[in-house]
């Protein structure tokens, strides 16, 4: 999925030019200023001459943006696709659409819209490929439009592309109250008699259960292998992995023959606020690695996923408005975890662990 901000569509005009003549608007943006802390993230207003969109752009006021746990790592410096700072950060949003290019037939100005990018969303106002936008459902609010994309399109593509989830599997889901952990728990529900085991913090095991999870774990105070094991002594089928390192070995081997492991992250390497050394260490020197003899012998899969480098837009648009017809048919609900204003983000948002709306 790609975007642009608007200081990267600005046009550069002569002071005689129509355009230059224009009264500048502004608006404000978060603006991660550095690698590091939470103190990288600085609140900016921007003043600038009107965007000139080109064709098959559209321009979009920002009226609610998610924040994703790749946030949290591109803060930090570990997050490939995100551009140097200082950066505007943000990869999906809604809001209102108030401006439209030459060529675009299926937006007008007023349309209420989800929106995508690489980063730029954490701004009020941002331009944008109408391609990557999508029509919000009339009763759908700007805050769960803004929490769907990125976490939804995670979950979907990995149980029904890459692992084709069917009746009576049963799925390990790591993280299971964090955002990619609850749209693939709740996504899981919309399959007959699949059994989900959720590794989680106790206090948040009363909200898992509700969202579906079949088998809650406390990963903090018990062996997650073992507490499988009891209750199936052969395995899972699927196990989707997010923390990367010693924890990708430990779900290769819960495989059940046929079982496929999909790997989406590595939340292991970040322990707190910067980029810790020794944590990413630990991480890769744990790493799995396996030939293809090995997985020939052993009857399993392993699968990697990064919705960031999934370059099929087509792909990527045709599930958006599936996931947008299972949320008009109540299939799923969107969770909003906590709001947050432009001016709390950088001391308290990303306290976070991804999930919050800004």
Request: glycine share 10%; with cysteine.
């Amino acid at each position: 999925v790609f975007g642009k901000n608007v200081k990267e569509n600005a046009p550069q005009e002569s002071e005689s030019s129509p355009a230059a003549e224009e009264k500048p608007i502004s608006w404000r943006a978060l603006v991660l200023t550095g690698h590091g802390g939470y103190d990288k993230m600085k609140l900016q207003v921007k003043t600038e001459s009107k965007p000139q969109l080109k064709a098959g752009e559209v321009l979009l006021r920002v009226k609610a943006s998610g924040l994703n746990f790749a946030e949290l790592l591109g803060r930090q410096g570990l997050y490939d696709m995100l551009p140097n700072p200082p950066v505007t950060m943000g990869m999906e949003g809604s809001g209102v659409v108030e401006a439209v290019g030459e060529d675009v037939k299926d937006r007008k100005v007023g349309d209420r819209v989800i929106a995508l990018s690489r980063s730029g969303m954490w701004q009020e106002v941002v331009v944008v490929s109408a391609d990557h936008t999508f029509p919000m459902p009339e009763h759908m609010s700007f805050e769960e439009g803004a929490a769907l994309p990125i976490n939804y399109l995670t979950a979907y593509l990995m149980l029904f592309d890459v692992a084709n989830v069917r009746p009576g599997k049963s799925v390990l889901i790591h993280m299971a109250a964090g955002g990619v952990g609850i749209a693939a728990t709740q996504l899981c529900q919309t399959v007959q008699d699949v059994t989900v085991f959720g590794t989680a913090s106790a206090s948040k095991h009363e909200t898992i259960a509700q969202g579906g999870v079949t088998h809650p774990i406390d990963y903090r105070t018990k062996d997650y292998v073992q507490e499988i094991l009891k209750i199936s002594p052969t395995g899972v089928d699927i196990v989707l992995d997010p923390l990367g390192g010693l924890d990708t070995q430990k779900g290769f081997n819960l495989l059940k023959p046929l079982g496929m492991l999909i790997v989406f992250g590595a939340a292991n390497c970040m322990t707190g606020q910067k980029k810790n050394l020794l944590a990413l260490a630990k991480t890769w020197y744990n790493q799995l690695s396996l030939s293809t003899l090995k997985l020939m012998q052993a009857n399993k899969g392993i699968s990697g996923f990064h919705l960031g480098n999934l370059i099929d837009e087509q792909l990527v648009s045709r599930t958006m408005y599936e996931l947008l017809e299972l949320y008009k048919q109540g299939k799923i609900k969107l969770r909003i975890d906590s709001c947050y204003h432009f001016e709390e983000v950088g001391v308290i948002c990303f306290k976070c662990k991804g999930g919050a709306t800004v």
